[in-house]
């Protein structure tokens, strides 16, 4: 779909999940095997809920149709941040083992048997082995994660594994006030902490992702109320 113009919408996250749902059932009538359907943006806007409900409605008419697979997992661990002295600057590209994350989709895509693979957890700030389960007969794998899309290495090695690109959008303005409340929700740091950390770099990934966003085949920009 490399070769399509994209397409630009701005949806309602309900009316964006129906779009996905649709898009999905058209695509395994002419697909044959396992198909990969990438959805990135920046943090916080909104990609890993929808992610998880587009995996729910296609189960909930195929069981076993779909599998959520989470870029997240692919986190260096704590431990190599913190030998590497780059723990303050988790969550950029280069505190990813992205080319491993690349490896283990091409691999997933092609499995015939069931595959397990990692999670993060943001109550523990760390990487959780077996974290989520690919059955064996799946054919939707919904791929999520920031870098998806990123055109450099070790990046540009997964957007040539997606059958169909998304990129979600929401204002800067909203993606902020948004992760404040994420950080504050988990309560590990302090406030200021959190503040700096916004700034230099969850927004700091926000605007080099939303450079990536022309390589989507589909872009939608959330109309949200918050």
Do not use: C
């Not at 999670?119 to 959780?128: A, F, K, L, N, T």
């Amino acid at each position: 779909m490399n070769d399509n113009e994209q397409q630009v919408l701005q949806l309602r996250p309900e009316a964006a999940l129906a779009l996905l749902v649709e898009r999905v059932q058209h695509m395994l009538t002419t697909y044959d095997g396992r198909i990969a359907i990438g959805l990135a943006g920046g943090p916080g806007v909104g990609k890993s809920t929808l992610a998880v409900k587009l995996v729910e409605a296609l189960n909930a008419a195929t069981p076993e149709l779909a599998a959520y697979v989470p870029m997240d997992g692919f986190h260096m661990r704590h431990a190599k941040l913190e030998s590497l002295g780059t723990v303050k600057d988790k969550g950029a590209p280069h505190t990813f083992e992205g080319a491993a994350f690349a490896e283990f989709l091409a691999g997933v895509k092609a499995a015939t048997v069931q595959v397990s693979g990692p999670g993060y957890s943001r109550e523990i700030e760390d990487v959780v082995i077996d974290a989520f389960i690919v059955p064996a007969d799946a054919r939707v794998l919904v791929v999520e994660g920031n870098y998806l899309l990123l055109a450099n290495a070790p990046w540009w090695q997964v957007r040539p594994l997606l059958d169909l690109a998304v990129f979600i959008d929401l204002p800067r303005h909203t993606v902020k006030a948004r992760l404040l409340a994420r950080h504050a929700e988990h309560g590990l740091f302090t406030a200021e902490r959190n503040r700096e950390h916004i700034e230099r770099v969850d927004l700091a990934n926000y605007d080099l992702v939303k450079r990536s966003r022309g390589r989507a085949d589909i872009a939608i920009d959330l109309v949200t109320e918050r």
